[in-house]
């Protein structure tokens, strides 16, 4: 049975991308690369993405590095069509502080996370938001992925039986 897409009734899930992901694919580190590329290159409708903008400074910062400055332009605004910058103010890094994760950077996330209400944060270090008490998931690429596919599946199914 073929069900009709209708955009306006997609559930998308807002996630916030650890910036070291960003970095990792950038860079062409071969640890993360693979899932990496792929969540870059084909970003899901179902997903929005999101860096911090200390984390955008940061790839900004070493994107600006490479050899080839025609590249590097090219990838920033590449990365800046697929991903929505979140601000740091200064609440969200006096509660940063105060916050019992022990990564720093880990903690303005996850406040900006919380500020920003999304669903997950997306990173290769989940033990950096061990302590983490938001609401929220967090997700390894390839668990984004899969949590994706799911989703997409339940609102074709949802779509179906609404004919």
């Keep these: 049975m073929y069900c009709s897409k209708n955009q306006g009734e997609l559930n998308v899930i807002k996630i916030l991308v650890d ?3 960003i970095l990792e694919a950038l ?9 990496i590329n792929e969540l870059l290159d084909r970003v899901h409708p179902l ?4 860096v911090t903008d200390i984390g955008w400074q940061k790839i900004y910062t070493y994107a600006s ?11 920033i605004d590449w990365l800046q ?3 929505q ?8 890094i006096q509660q940063a502080r105060s916050s019992p994760l022990k990564d720093f950077e880990s903690a303005v996330e996850s406040v ?10 997306v990173t290769h270090n989940h033990d950096d938001f061990a302590n983490d008490s938001n609401k929220f998931w967090v ?3 390839a668990e984004l992925g899969l949590r994706a596919n799911l989703e997409s599946q339940l609102q074709a199914a949802s779509r179906c039986n609404k004919i």
Aim: aromatic share 8%; hydrophobic share 45%; proline share 0%.
């Design 19 to 21: 910036a070291d992901l």
């Design 65 to 75: 590095r490479l050899r080839n400055t025609n590249i590097a332009e090219m990838v």
């Design 112 to 121: 900006c996370a919380s500020y920003q209400k999304l669903d997950a944060i």
């Design 85 to 92: 910058i979140c601000s740091v103010d200064q609440t969200i």
């Design 47 to 50: 997903i929005q993405m999101y």
């Design 27 to 35: 860079m062409n580190r071969n640890r993360f690369v693979g899932d």
């Design 81 to 83: 069509q697929k991903i």
């Design 139 to 141: 997700w390894s690429v």
